[in-house]
């Protein structure tokens, strides 16, 4: 089945049932490197397996800075 | 202790908000507030802090001024290229409110010396520029209960967040950045305009301010993203790690 979600503010389809460890890999983004926020809230990181992705969820990729 | 009439007058912009009022002044009076870094974020933060009445200021920074720092540490002047950025900034902020007390630390903060820096303040805003620092700062933060204003910029956008962690629900520094991104780029290596710069530290100098006195929603368990390009802002929620190393432990000891 096709989940629509949204990405960085881009609509996309991903084939589920998917779980945000696996959004991780589909985007080849490597955990700890990055912050996934899902519908306003940072996703805990060790939670990444059981937090389903479902349809409507909108993520944004969370760069992290340390610039000062 | 009563305000005098001089601080009446210099503080009366605080003390006429509801929210601030001679009492908040006091607290911030008696603060003690440890900036690290005093550079792009600490200048503007510093200046404000210092403007507030901040009573006791710490500023942790190693560095000396340097040319190419002008474009945006507000703090330094092109005459004070060369000299210690921690010495210079004591002068400049002692000169603009003689009520802050200023303690320098020209050092580098790591995690041996964190703790010891840290103990004597009552709240930390670090605004320095590598990952490796604010992991320290924040571990001593967690250790010390202290609470922590995080401030970080890159290129065109900037992080503001309040740490508290509890043990419960709030979180620490560690449990949103895990470990340093690849190739982790500072302000030494990256573009960055000063404006953003001014816009980061300042904000997070109003954190400080309502983290102090007590006053609007605190910023402990969310962070903010501003967007210098597309000049918005969004709030989300940052949830503790219930597997984070650092704060894991705190629940049970509380």
Redesign the interface.
């Known amino acids: 089945m096709t989940i629509e979600v949204t990405i960085n503010g881009e609509p996309r389809g991903v084939e589920g049932p998917l779980t945000v460890a696996d959004l991780l890999v589909l985007l080849g983004l490597t955990r700890g490197k990055v912050a996934v926020e899902r519908n306003l809230e940072i996703v805990p990181r060790s939670t990444y397996e059981a937090v389903a992705v479902v349809d409507g969820d909108r993520f944004e990729i969370v760069r992290f800075i340390g610039g000062g | 202790m009563a305000l005098t009439d001089a601080q009446l007058e210099r503080y009366q912009r605080h003390i006429l908000l509801r929210e601030i009022g001679g009492v908040g002044q006091r607290k911030l009076l008696d603060a003690k507030v440890l900036v690290i ?1 005093a ?4 200048a503007p933060a510093l200046l404000y802090l210092a403007a507030a009445g901040v009573g006791t200021l710490g500023i942790v920074d190693d560095d000396i001024v340097s040319l190419s720092n002008l474009q945006r540490q507000i703090l330094y002047v092109t005459d004070e290229i060369g000299a210690p950025k921690a010495a210079t900034a004591e002068r400049r902020l002692s000169a603009l409110n003689p009520d802050t007390a200023i303690e320098t630390h020209a050092a580098r903060l790591t995690a041996a010396n964190a703790a010891e820096i840290i103990a004597r303040y009552d709240l930390v805003l ?6 490796e620092t ?1 992991f320290a700062v924040s571990d001593a933060c967690v250790a010390l209960r202290k609470p922590l204003v995080s ?5 065109f ?3 503001i967040a309040v740490f508290r962690p509890d043990g419960k629900t709030l ?1 620490c520094y560690r ?8 190739g ?4 030494t290596d ?1 573009g ?1 305009v000063g404006a953003l ?1 001014g816009v980061v530290g300042t904000w997070a100098a109003l954190e400080v301010v309502k983290e102090i006195v007590g006053f609007g929603e605190s910023l402990a368990g969310r ?1 903010v ?1 501003f967007d210098g390009l597309s000049a918005e802002t ?11 190393p650092v704060c894991r432990g705190l629940g049970a000891h509380a």
């Open positions: 870094g550079g792009g974020l600490g670090d605004g320095c520029d590598n990952f604010r401030a970080a910029i890159g290129e956008d900037g992080q979180p449990c949103f950045v895990a470990e340093a991104p690849e982790a780029a500072t302000c990256q960055v710069a962070l993203l969004r709030k989300v929620r940052l949830r503790r790690d219930p597997e984070c």
